[in-house]
């Protein structure tokens, strides 16, 4: 069995009928089961009223910065289930990250993680980097959030990052389109019907095409360029195909790259996956390409 069957079937082992709570709790044992490289510096930090937390390796860049948005369908995931994807992207990009605990749905729906990731971009800003210096990430539900921030900060006038780096991207809450069948039983991590109460969670009685939780339907026109990793074999390959295609239309810069046989935010298991050790070390070189071009238009 390869190691990537082998991570398959853990995945498709794990419980499915979990309440809310104890999904979190699954999220914060793979914080534990997936611990920090030892020179990895961590430090908390209040970001406008947002818990978040920076973390940074010895060869991180003083000027340069990642602001990470953790995935879990809106609804679970924290800074601890995260740490050691943050920590890495943040290593292989030499750059510091500052990762955002966001508030969660159905406590808190929408809009308030798009609130939080605002409040954090300009924590980032007021720390003494320029936007140029900055690049948005996340994974999964964090992606999407990332792609609304972009739409969010141009609504207020407020200056594009360098790019945003996006994981899988959860950007349509509708759940419809053709890869949910298509990938049914390749998928080990997501279904139509695990989206679909997230988006209820997330939504409540909101229209599902709300443009800042589904940024697929917003005006995209003027966001920072778009850097896509999506598995061949996940649920969301068309959500990130329909991104692509929307930023395109808008004349936005966008690098997309399907990764064969990969599932949904496969990089998370970089401990256990070479090909997630490649996508880790892949996103960043292209934010490092992304600063140095940004850094020369300037």
Known sequence: MTELERLEAMLRARPTSLSNEQRREAYEAQGDRFPLAGDVAVEQVDAYGVSAEWTSTPDASSDKVILYLHGG?????????????????????????????????PEFPFPHALDDAVCGYRFVADSGFRADQVAVVGDSAGAGLAAALL???KELGMQQPACALLFSPWVDMR??????????????????????FLAEQYLGERPRETPLASPVFADLSGIAPLII????????????IALTRAAGLAD???????????????????????????????????????????????
């Open 73 to 105: 369908g809106y609804v679970w995931g924290s800074l601890k289930s995260h740490r050691h994807l943050v920590s890495e992207v943040g290593r292989a990009a030499a750059m510091r990250t500052l990762a955002l605990d966001y508030r969660l749905a």
């Open 151 to 153: 739409v969010r900060l």
């Open 175 to 196: 759940a419809t389109s053709e890869s949910y069948n298509v990938n049914a039983k390749r998928d080990p991590v997501l279904s139509r019907d695990i989206m679909q």
């Open 229 to 240: 990793f999506v598995g061949a074999t996940e649920c969301l390959l068309d959500d990130a």
């Open 252 to 298: 936005v810069s966008v690098h997309l790259e399907v990764w064969p046989t990969m599932f949904h935010i496969w990089p998370t298991y970089h401990q256990l996956l070479a090909e997630g050790r490649r996508a880790v070390a892949r996103a960043g070189w292209l934010l490092r390409e992304a600063m140095e071009r940004e850094r020369d238009a300037v």
